[in-house]
């Protein structure tokens, strides 16, 4: 549903322009019932032929490997088979969001559907289709992951599939088009100048850098958030909360999502792929040169002192 | 007699699946079931309290808003803290943008759709309405669809995305407007004011938040635009005898501010007349849970496959032991919108026209009132109050979500979740049976639809159910 909000003249002509011709949606389509049961019959039998499957919501695999807690309506059918059986016929398998891609919210512990991903079960290769296995055109499930992922997300990879330019090289080692996965949250942050300082909120609403005491995780999660606006400019960060680094796997078994965790008075999670003690040399540094202006914005909601030229 | 299995049901939010025992040509007994069982509330107990702001609103991509202030008015209750008067605007701002946004797609995308299908190609009406209406086809999504997503910039100023924002707290809205910010909410407002009133309604929307008889909206439909159209093909295929329910309808009011609600909570009868507030409990017997107490705080949710008699992953939610209906019809009815008073009163109670009805003009109202939080902004004053860490404490989170009225019954101990119910509006309408065998909401208001030779393709069993614009994930969670 996310998706509904993609294109200048709406999803639905943007799905067209990019060349993309919609078979058969839940929430969309006109087609129900049996008419629904025949789409998917003919796609077992070949007879109609299927590009890209698109999986949103977790597998449910409980119980005990049955599969019931997510039945096919109107049939004797789960979710768990008919995706199985579908995953086989499609060209491209895309997995729509953090559940279809990882397991997402319903495998947070305790798992009580026994959930996973497509192609994955949380931050392990798996799922339901198995660590080996690839579509018809030879590429891994194509991980969109997010939670909800941008709109521009889903429909860009949709996209870039109709047109024949995702390749394997085009995803990284989870799955996910780097288009957007090369990214980190946290570039284009509006509160860099926080960052850079290590001028820190201390709660919510104020306007300094989450990422010391308010568990914002927007330098270790991958998504270009802060460079694409969501609904027309805003993202987690920008509105005032923390990112919870909902693009990757395992995020839903974070606890204290606006408390940092930190051991001796040093947050735990660091910057991605920083040496640590580089990062506490460089962050005391610029503690000691905060400029008074970042430092009393950081703890404001509003801005309290305006940048000026030094007399 | 037959009976019809009719699934997978689309164009509504999850999975949902209806039994038809058809008799005669007309359904003789419903029965309504979700088939998709996830475990929020299971997954919510042992974790910090306020991560119930990260898991809730997850439950659903479009009633999210909803249940994270249904979880924010639980923990707010608990905590003691008390949100300044522009955390209270913003957050009826981003509800609002949610609910228009709802109801918009509910129209345009789920209803809508229906009447364009061949089996009324010999209706007078019928190549206008498919023209504008076919599902994914139609001209009307152009114009609905970017209207729709202008709207929901409110959630990248307020909330930062949609769905799933953290910006909703017990103590407020984390983001704190500029005076640039304000103008930019005005103006998208006054966007969506535009698209409104010339495409859904052809009037201004003073003129159909003004309207309060039968008479008047007959007259009103002869105007050029959306909703009229519905109007006119409303009155040609009778809506308002299709889809009857007679029962409670119950609003937990909407829309909180310092002069109080903008939508009252409460309870009225089929006829529109108020009665007293009941007690509210929650039942098993016809679904796939074991035995636990009716009182949400007491209660449990642990799948049972092997239930005898069980059919949905819905519980049974009562309100003093009866079903009730809930959504913009009984939210409308319980706060005395005239029209749709009369309306119910007429009828005797719910149908296809009147739920339909009184979503639209809801989008009239809430605009309008929209407007009036966004003016009320004061940019030079905070939006939110930090709350104090939680201990112990137990509360009810209660809100209207588009669908009607969402509970969350939170137990905190010791800083942790102990125990977390919720019931959807959903859940409410298709209710499957109770232990007194009394069937939910919509499974009376199946009762008796004519089905003719199309069995479970007749166009009137989607219209009953989607004049409910049911939410299935919310419905089991």
Known sequence: ?311 | MTRLVVGPFNRVEGDLELTLDIEEGRVAEARVATTLYRGFEQILVGRPAHDALTIAPRICGICSVSQSLAAAAALREISGVMPPPNGELAANLVHAAENIADHLSHFYLFFMPDFARAEYAGKPWHAEIAARFKATEGTAAREMLPARARLLHIMGLLAGKWPHSLALQPGGVTRALDLGGKMRLLAILGDFRAFAEKSLFGAPLEDIAALETPAQLRAYAEKKADFPAFLRLAGDLSLDKLGRCALPLMSFGGYYGSEGPLFQAGVVDPAGAVKKMGRIGEQVAASYFADSAEDPFRAHTLPDMERIGAYSFAKAPRLDKNPAETGAVARQAVAGQKLVRALLQNSGGSHVLARVVARVVEIAQVTIAAESWARALNVRESFCETAPPLASGAAIGKVEAARGALGHWVSVERGHIRAYQIIAPTTWNFSPRDAAGVPGPLEQALVGVETGALGAKAAAIQHVVRSFDPCMVCTAH
């Open chain 1, 1 to 311: 549903m996310a998706a509904l909000e993609q294109g200048g003249a709406g999803l639905f002509a943007e799905l067209h322009n990019l060349g993309l011709d919609l078979l058969w949606h839940p929430s969309v389509s006109e087609a129900t019932g049996a008419e629904v049961l025949k789409i998917f019959a003919d796609i077992e039998t070949g007879a109609q032929k299927l590009d890209i499957l698109c999986v949103e919501g977790s597998i449910l695999r409980g119980p005990n490997g049955t599969g019931q807690f997510n039945r096919l309506s109107g049939t004797t059918r789960t979710l768990l088979d008919l995706t199985r059986a579908l995953a086989q016929h499609a060209e491209t398998c895309v997995a729509v969001g953090s559940c279809a891609a990882f397991g997402g919210i319903p495998a947070g512990d305790p798992n009580p559907t026994d959930s996973c991903g497509l192609h994955y079960d949380g931050a392990d290769p798996g799922g339901v289709l198995g660590a080996a296995w690839r579509s018809r055109s030879g590429l891994p499930v194509v991980n969109v992951a997010g939670c909800a992922p941008h709109p521009g997300w889903i429909v860009e990879t949709l996209g870039a599939l109709a047109a024949g330019d995702l390749k394997s090289s085009d995803l990284d080692g989870f799955g996910r088009p780097l288009f957007f996965a090369g990214h980190l949250a946290h570039h284009g942050c509006s509160r860099n100048e926080f960052y850079e300082f290590k001028a820190s909120a201390r709660t919510l609403s104020e306007r300094g850098c989450l990422m010391e005491h308010l568990g914002c995780k927007a330098t270790q999660a991958i998504g270009d958030c802060n460079q694409r606006a969501w609904n027309g400019g805003g993202s987690c960060t920008h509105a005032g909360f923390a990112c919870i680094s909902c693009t990757s796997p395992g995020f839903e078994d974070a606890r204290d999502t606006h408390v940092t965790p930190k051991i001796g008075g040093i947050p735990v999670g660091l910057p991605l792929d920083m040496p640590k003690a580089w990062f506490m040399t460089l962050a005391a540094l610029s503690k000691s040169a905060t400029p008074a202006r970042v430092r009393q914005n950081a703890e404001a909601d509003r801005i309290l002192v305006n940048p000026k030229r030094q007399k």
